[in-house]
């Protein structure tokens, strides 16, 4: 008999909402979430197909050119601005490919202008043209590990450890290139002193050869005090830190510097 009492037309439901929305409808907030989690899924998708892209261009690359390339004389490792540097940053990096053939140049030339120092009865010529020989062989490969092949990783990987490597050690190249274009006697260097001393002995075939070796350190040493501002520039702008750095360091290691991607 209690339900012949109930009114028919009575309800225990909330007439507050609309009965004919949709219950399953998301707020404006959760669609927005939603959206945003769908953005961030689809861009790391692009960036691993990207990266897969460019990937299989570089394997085949390699297998159809070989794996080691440089030194051409004697390969040792894979070089190639063209196929490993983005193209927005290849002229920058061929500048500094250019400037340390310019450094290998430099040293030779150095070490012959010490020479004829030492023929032109210098009587710090023995000393100059030790230290120079020690320079051509020791700073040619230094050079290329310690400051070159950082700023080459830093721009191919994007990674803030090859900058601040190449930070410090071509900032040490820096005090080194003004060092030598002053051309102390007896320090290896055939800079600018050396060049007086040399034209006041009337030694001029000497005199000539220490001007080209301090055009020559003056010349790598402006040029990379150019790039050197470029390059703290663009770290900047990336968002690379020594945190950062740190960081790479420890979960990546010295294994990194060797290896490709």
Known sequence: MTDYNQNPFGSTHSLDHNPFDDPQQPSQQQQAGYDQRIAAVQQREADLERRESEL?????????????????FFPLIFHSIKDEIPENSRPLMTRMYQLWLVLLATLIINFVAC????????????????ASIGY?????????????????NGYMKEQALYYYLYFFFCG????????????????GSAGLIQTVGMFNRGAIPAGILCIIATVGWTIQGVGHAWYYKQIWAHHTAAGHSFDKAKTELATQGAKSYFTRG
Request: hydrophobic fraction near 40%.
């Open 56 to 72: 299989n261009q570089r394997a085949e690359h390699i297998r159809t050119h070989g794996k080691n390339n440089w030194p051409p």
């Open 115 to 130: 020479l004829f120092v030492l023929l032109g009865g210098s009587p710090d010529g023995g000393h100059d043209l030790g």
């Open 136 to 152: 051509m062989l020791f700073i040619s490969v230094c050079s290329f590990l310690l400051w070159y092949r950082p700023i080459y």
């Open 172 to 187: 040490f190249h820096l005090l080194f290139s003004f060092y030598m274009i002053i051309g102390i006697p007896s320090t």
